[in-house]
């Protein structure tokens, strides 16, 4: 023989006796849907990750930013060299024509004598 479990009993209530109407519930004093509602630690959670995305964000296009800055300033750098290069050779040239011009007017003159 199995013993019968009590079964717990709800306070009486009023019962309207008009079927089409609805059974009244508490108040709800917010709009939003149980299913939308987030615990104070779930929201501080997210948070949490969202800044955490936002910062490693911020760090890559900082990083970046500074790849592109550090590559324009070997670049000018580069073109530096060059230029002193370019100016040095040139330099060179006109004063190699100018000992050419004095070597060829010291032999015209050494032909005539």
């Not at 917010?30 to 990750?49: G, V």
């Not at 900082?62 to 290069?85: A, H, L, N, Y």
């Amino acid at each position: 023989m199995t013993a019968k479990q009590p079964v717990p009993q709800e306070p009486m209530r009023r019962v309207s006796g008009k079927d089409w109407k609805l059974a009244k519930s508490a108040t709800h004093r917010t709009q939003m849907p149980r299913a939308l509602k987030q615990t104070y630690s779930e929201r501080m959670a997210k948070t949490k990750q969202v800044n955490i995305a936002r910062d490693l964000a911020k760090a890559m296009t900082q990083e970046k930013i500074d790849d592109k800055r550090r590559k324009r300033e070997i670049t000018e750098e580069r073109k530096k060299i060059q230029e002193e290069k370019d100016r040095i050779a040139s330099l060179a040239a006109k004063m190699s024509a100018n000992k050419l011009k004095r070597l060829k007017k010291k032999a015209g003159n050494l032909k005539g004598r």
